[in-house]
């Protein structure tokens, strides 16, 4: 009896794949989990909204009383700063609430590069959307100025466009921090209890009990320490209140620098 042997199989080639991964991929990555969240576009719409609204309504009080033109398109600040905290929270812990992060994890197991990416994405988002809103806000108040008998100065830069590329910096550190209590405490709620409390509460409850008494100066040291205080330093300083613009500066850096570590830290030492 014979045997019939089958015919070997040639062995098919194994090609490299084209795709390998990239930083640049990462980035990719982070913004297409952005842009398709809506709580992104809808917080950034409140904040259009906010800010443009205010911007107007601040300009049709109180034009004619020597405040300078920047100052409207930038009031709305200490509002808008708490829904570019809420956003930052969201985009860190909407991966946790759905194990996405694991995905991200396996994509790109090197957890530095995973933190990198997504910080500047956020940053990079809210620093070029704020732009955007203050310009138009700015747009927006120049006939209610010309009405009572002022101008918006485009014709000089230099006397509104540092106020708003420190402005526009200084959401994205807001958004920035709020990423960080997310890496950091990973659930929704706490993490936007945490940026709310630090953006707004904090300097609510250390203003109430900051005294001209010398004993409690260390309170008013911290409050005007704070990113809201440091940001309203740097955006506006004023004399003989909160701190210089320089120290503004180095502050709202500071903060940016701290929460980012945090969040390094919390990402490398626990499992996802």
């Not at 946790?96 to 956020?122: C, E, H, N, Q």
């Not at 209590?181 to 707004?200: D, E, K, M, N």
């Amino acid at each position: 009896m014979t045997t019939t042997v089958a015919p070997p199989v040639p062995a098919v080639p194994r090609t490299a794949s084209p795709y390998r991964h990239s930083f640049s991929r990462s980035l990719r990555s982070e913004w297409i989990k952005l842009a398709t969240l809506r709580s992104t576009w809808w917080s950034i719409a409140l904040v259009a909204f906010a800010t443009v609204g205010i911007a107007m309504l601040s300009a049709q009080l109180m034009a004619g009383q020597g405040y300078p033109p920047a100052q409207y398109v930038v009031g709305a600040l200490q509002l808008t700063m708490l829904l570019a905290g809420i956003l930052g929270t969201i985009a860190v812990t909407g991966e946790y609430s759905t194990g996405m992060i694991r995905s991200t994890l396996t994509a790109d197991p090197k957890r530095g590069s995973v933190l990198a990416a997504k910080m500047i994405m956020v940053a990079a988002l809210l620093f070029i959307s704020s732009l955007a809103i203050f310009l138009l806000a700015a747009v927006a108040i120049s006939p209610l100025l010309q009405g009572q008998g002022e101008s918006f100065p485009w014709a000089t830069p230099g006397e509104w466009m540092p106020q708003i590329l420190t402005a526009s910096a200084a959401m994205a550190v807001f958004a920035l921090l709020g990423a960080s209590f997310g890496f950091v405490i990973r659930s929704g709620a706490g993490a936007i209890a945490a940026t709310v409390g630090l953006l707004f509460v904090l300097p609510v409850v250390l203003g109430i009990f900051s005294t001209p008494d010398h004993q409690w100066e260390w309170l008013r040291v911290i409050a005007n320490h704070l990113p809201s205080m440091a940001a309203t330093s740097a955006i506006s300083p004023t004399d003989g209140f909160g701190l210089t613009q320089v120290e503004g500066y180095v502050t709202l850096g500071a903060w940016a620098v701290a929460g980012i570590a945090a969040g390094w830290i919390s990402l490398r030492s626990r499992d996802a």
